[in-house]
């Protein structure tokens, strides 16, 4: 699996979204599969339940989850059929690493930021990019990742942390 990741400027909208669905649709042409994954650095779980004033429609995907409207984008583009695992919230990284924390998984170690939170986006990054995204039930070639909202923003820095470590 190749990744290529896309992250934006000084100000959120303006084509990371068109740009991950435009690369995707050439390197299909090329004859690899792709599948994408959106990461949204805000603290909600999803988009259901946040105003389209501030963060525009929201997008509901085949198995009902709701999420930013580049899925819909990436679905159109490159003909396939993600799953609400393809949107990573910080929301859905913190509520999982604090359920394993509560299950006592991390036998009673401090969680921290690094190396907890930074190892779960990495494996659910891998996780989610093997995926079958089309009919032919194949795994993707190439996993185009999507980095939501400004360079700078705080809330980011984690998910830049754990594709800086990504291997």
């Not at 690899?32 to 259901?48: E, M, R």
Request: aromatic share 8%; with cysteine; glycine share 12%.
């Amino acid at each position: 699996m190749k990744y290529i990741v896309v992250s934006g400027g000084v100000v959120s909208g303006l084509g990371k979204g068109v740009t991950i669905s435009s690369m995707g649709r050439m390197l299909r042409g090329c004859g690899l599969k792709v599948t994408s994954i959106k990461i949204d650095p805000y603290l909600n779980v999803d988009a259901g339940t946040m105003s389209p004033f501030e963060h525009g429609e929201v997008f509901v995907l085949g198995d009902g989850g709701e999420s930013d409207l580049d899925l819909g984008n990436y679905e159109r583009f490159l003909s396939i059929n993600l799953t609400s695992d393809h949107n990573i919230t910080t929301g859905k990284i913190y509520r999982d690493v604090i359920a394993r924390e509560r299950r006592g998984d991390y036998l009673g170690k401090t969680v921290q930021v690094v190396p907890h939170i930074t190892n779960e986006i990495q494996d659910w990054i891998e996780r989610v990019a093997q995926i079958p995204v089309d009919d032919s039930g194949e795994t993707a070639d190439v996993c185009l990742i999507e980095v939501g909202g400004t360079v700078g923003d705080i809330e980011s820095s984690v998910f830049f942390e754990a594709l800086r470590q990504f291997q």
